[in-house]
């Protein structure tokens, strides 16, 4: 019987053609599943914020002591002026603070009549207020001597305090503790990290990118300006590892 041995080449050819393929398939498939166990490995990362406050004393205040005057004539308002701004400048000479951090704003001047329309004039035609600041590092001085200026009312000046002239409380040595407050910040942040490593059964590695945030500087509380909570939030990314 005749045997067709080209029909056997052929059909050898076709199954080591075939092998060859699912051969390659395979190895390619485990080569593909190892990149991905790689990529999804150097991809785990857990994001984190860290905080860190602290309270701090203010080492700046601006006391603005803002007074008013009224008067018939220009020139007996300026006199006035005058008298009111030499009896706080007194005032505060006085409790030992230096003229030298005292500074004047311009007198603002409000012609009264021409303010009233059809209604009863008042007594004296111009108004006029002036504010003098005190802008000093003596904190503690600044904070025993307000409660004494109602001394200015009785000889005869009208402090009008108002919520644009408050006393202003400041801290001033931020970048004093920024290094250290920052460093709080950063291990608060690992330490959530590694929080969340333990619960997913993982370890902390490296850091892969770290954001800080601003600084803020309020009051503790309305009743104590004098005293500042100062906070900074860091945003951490940290690498998971197994």
């Known amino acids: 019987m005749a045997v067709n041995t080209r ?10 053609l075939g092998g060859l393929l699912a051969l390659g398939l ?30 701090v004393a203010a080492d700046l205040v601006m006391w603005p002591l803002n007074y008013a005057v009224s008067a018939n004539t220009l020139t007996d308002l300026e006199q006035q002026l005058s008298d009111s701004e030499r009896l706080v400048r007194d005032f505060l000479t006085e409790r030992g603070f230096d003229m030298s951090d005292v500074s004047v704003t311009p007198p603002r001047i409000t012609d009264q009549y021409a303010n009233t329309y059809g209604g009863e004039r008042p007594d004296e035609r111009f108004r006029a207020e002036a504010t003098l600041v005190l802008r000093t590092d003596r904190v503690a001085d600044v904070i025993d001597a307000v409660p004494q200026a109602t001394a200015l009312v009785r000889e005869g000046v009208l402090l009008s305090p108002t ?21 709080q910040a950063t ?8 929080q969340f490593a333990e619960d997913s059964g993982s370890v902390v590695g490296g850091i ?25 939030v860091t945003t951490v990314d940290y690498a998971l590892e197994e």
């Open 208 to 232: 892969k990118n770290a954001t800080q945030g601003y600084f803020s500087i309020d009051d503790l509380d309305s009743y104590t300006p004098q005293t500042k909570r100062v906070r900074v």
């Open 26 to 55: 395979g190895w390619g498939g485990s080569y593909l599943k190892g990149a991905a166990e790689v990529w999804q490995q150097s991809s785990r990362s857990v994001t984190v914020r860290g905080l860190a406050e602290r309270e």
């Open 187 to 194: 291990a608060d942040a690992r330490s959530a990290a590694q």
């Open 163 to 183: 919520y644009e002239y408050r006393t202003e409380f400041l801290f001033t040595g931020l970048d004093a503790i920024k290094p250290e407050m920052i460093a």
């Open 7 to 16: 029909g056997i080449v052929v059909l050898t050819s076709a199954v080591a």
